[in-house]
């Protein structure tokens, strides 16, 4: 028997074609990229913490879920904490996070990695309570407990300090309105042996990015209208009037000024430059140059002292400056930020620009950096004063090249600007880098150690080729 689950019930609502295809055609779910499986495992762990809140709480996590949902039957009569007790009820099958006695009711605890309530918890929840009160439960409260964002560690975890336990019960009382008409269609789309025809829209990546928009998206051109650069609505307006293609919007079309040079590059084929701003940028930037680079790990419980959940930790940078390389990659578990800082002022002097792409970023871990360590706060500061951000000019479409697609990342301006591209690194993106980093101080990997120091070095390098480009553009 095909069962609905609470997280079937979540993909039905996203999309009922997802919801079709995850029940017929698994096979052609891709598997999760390596950033989903990271979210996944920090969502396990961040429940298997939240159990230690209830020490006497008796965890049913039975890999055969008839044997768990028979073991919850019979744990139901102890009236203790309950860890992922299973209730079934015809089709319908739910796993719930904590169940606390209450009295002669039922509290629901759904424990999430996030830092706050979202519509999709409520609806998570919202169904966990129907199949629970089908099942004979009488549900008295539902909370929604997660990852308190003010939580700073100090030695090791304490729960209590690390979670904030929402009262989510009105919002799911609201979404449990019309939730059987809702499962019926949902079982019926189950039963059908067609797959529903959904045309592409934003849920595509409501909630969740859609596993399936390779498929689905693939009939766009490859210049589409999903290219405009901040599209939202607009694109799925033209969409409607048949239109796909960038270079097939009408004339007439309302756009922004920058959709507006992406029309004109995509229908004439030439780059647009704004010579004036882009020497004007140009200008501003002082010798010497030095061109940076961070990467940076995050994860839900905080690994070091001193640390918030998902707090950006600085663990390696690279640095050009006059067709010199430095580096700095920490080799170990231990907190690596004043190394990186001490590392940081040896090779940054004291004048001349220093060129990142997209400065908010490097910026926040500076200062984060100099709140950690007091004594470096002058000299962030100046640092900051500095910096000089090559984002700015892509942004702003003083450059656009219709091989950006739409996109001012450094990864698609490098190969529209220059013959080079990030295409062979085994690294190649910032997730990867700081999941890497995290294997290798873990799992002691040489070869990631090199291939995070040929990426950190490639973003830095990309800043060079792109300004020297630049630099023969305005000429
Ligand atoms: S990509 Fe969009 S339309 Fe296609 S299955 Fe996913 S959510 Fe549905």
Not at 44 to 73: M, T, Y
Request: glycine letters at 6%; aromatic letters at 12%; one cysteine or more.
């Amino acid at each position: 028997m095909t069962l609905l689950t609470k997280s079937k019930y979540l993909v039905g609502l996203q999309c009922p074609k997802y919801f079709w295809v995850s029940l017929h055609e698994e096979d052609r779910i891709p598997e999760p990229d390596l950033s989903t499986q990271h979210k996944f495992d920090q969502g396990h762990i961040v429940g298997q913490l939240a159990k230690g809140l209830f020490p006497d709480g008796i965890d049913i996590p039975e890999a055969d879920f008839k044997k768990n949902i028979a073991k919850s039957k019979e744990f139901v009569k102890l009236g203790k904490p309950l860890f992922e007790a299973a209730f079934m009820v015809g089709n319908l099958y739910s796993r719930a996070d904590i169940l606390v006695p209450a009295g002669s009711k039922w509290d629901i605890i759904e424990v999430k990695s996030g830092t706050k309530v979202k519509d999709v918890n409520i609806q998570d929840v919202s169904f966990q309570k129907h199949v629970y009160s089908l099942a004979g439960l009488n549900i008295r409260k539902c909370f929604l407990m997660h990852v308190n964002n003010e939580f700073v560690k100090s030695g090791e975890i304490d729960p209590k300090k690390f979670f904030t336990k929402e009262d989510i019960t009105e919002e799911v009382n609201e979404a449990i309105v019309g939730i059987e008409e809702r499962i019926n269609n949902l079982l019926n789309v189950m039963k059908s042996e067609t797959c529903p025809d959904v045309k592409i829209s934003k849920d595509c990546s409501d909630p969740y990015d859609c596993p399936l928009e390779d498929d689905c998206w693939g009939f766009l051109p490859s210049a589409s209208i999903f290219d405009l650069y901040r599209g939202g609505q607009k694109c799925f307006k033209l969409l409607e009037e048949g239109i796909l293609a960038l270079k097939d919007i009408p004339h007439e079309y309302k756009l922004t000024d920058k959709q507006g040079i992406q029309h004109k590059c995509e229908k004439t084929g030439k780059v647009h430059v704004d010579k004036e701003k882009l020497k004007k940028f140009l200008e501003g930037i002082q010798k010497p140059v030095y061109y940076l680079d961070f990467e940076t790990f995050r994860t839900a419980i905080p690994i070091l002292d001193g640390t918030k959940p998902y707090q950006q930790i600085p663990f390696q940078f690279s640095l050009h400056i006059d067709g010199k390389h430095f580096e700095f990659l920490a080799n170990d578990n231990s907190d690596p930020r004043e190394k990186f800082l001490v590392e940081l002022r040896t090779v940054l002097g004291s004048s001349g620009s220093i060129i990142v792409y997209n400065q908010s970023f490097e910026i926040s871990r500076l200062k984060e950096l100099a709140d950690a360590y007091p004594d470096y706060k002058k000299w962030v500061s100046e640092v900051i004063d500095r910096v000089v951000d090559l984002w700015f000019p892509f942004k702003n479409f003083y450059y656009y090249n219709s091989e950006q697609h739409g996109s001012a990342s450094i990864k698609d301006v490098l190969p529209a600007i220059t013959e080079k591209d990030y295409s062979k690194l085994k690294i190649a993106d910032g997730d990867t880098a700081a999941l890497s980093y995290l294997s290798m101080i873990y799992a002691d990997g040489e070869d990631v150690r090199k291939d995070l120091l040929k990426y950190c070095k490639l973003d830095t390098e990309a800043m060079v080729w792109i300004v020297k480009e630049l630099g023969k553009i305005v000429k």
